[in-house]
């Protein structure tokens, strides 16, 4: 299939052929098996995107990398744009790297696994501001809430030099070193904290969970959330988790 064939499709979905433009693509359809496995196959994937980016956020992002590829191949292919009688910018951009994109993110996307992703819905927290760190803790704790994890890092070391039996700061810096994928240093903290009882245990069980999980150890993804008592906050999710990885 070439670029114009998937404009084409796209024509041909959105209600913007004629009627002697749209009788040709389906004689087409009928008469060309590669033409037509290629429009389902385009057809699919159009309509697992609706569904893929249902919230504003998710179509937002989707919509400037379009946006981005699509400069880049306006840019270099201007000839072409000229003579194209119904080119909209968003619409060559997926004719031209719609496989692309769905390549890059098909084990993501269609995968039967459960991804990190997916279950990684980090609260927003809210650090008790007290003494002569003060400064260091809004700055933490705006770093985290905007998922700005690395910059959070440093922050969160910082403020365990002075609150070094903090669990709730040790928490808080391994799951931002999960987000970095600094896993190693993150495991370490994690399974410390898992060595005495304490209030954050069951949290902290399915966040190991989590961090084992991004690393596609599934073995261990299950053993940490075996863990998780039906007591737990965290049970419902860490029972949802085992499902879906048996």
Known sequence: MEDRDYILFEDYLTNELDEGQKANFEKRLKEDKDFREAFELYQSTSHFLSHKFSNAQEREAFKQKLHKISDSYSETNKVA???TRYFKPWKLAIAASLLAIIGAFYSQWFSS??????????PKISLTVRGDSQAIKKEAEKSFNTENYKQAIPLFKSLLEVEP?????Q???AIALIEQDRFKKADTILNSILELPNAYSSQVKWYAALSKLKQEDYTMTKFYLELITE????YD?????????D
């Open 81 to 83: 744009i000229h003579k």
């Open 113 to 122: 696994t459960p991804q990190y992703e997916d279950f990684a819905d980090h």
């Open 165 to 169: 039996e903090s669990i709730e700061l």
């Open 237 to 245: 999710q860490a029972q949802d988790l085992l499902r879906k990885l």
């Open 231 to 234: 007591d737990a906050m965290e």
């Open 171 to 173: 928490v808080y810096l």
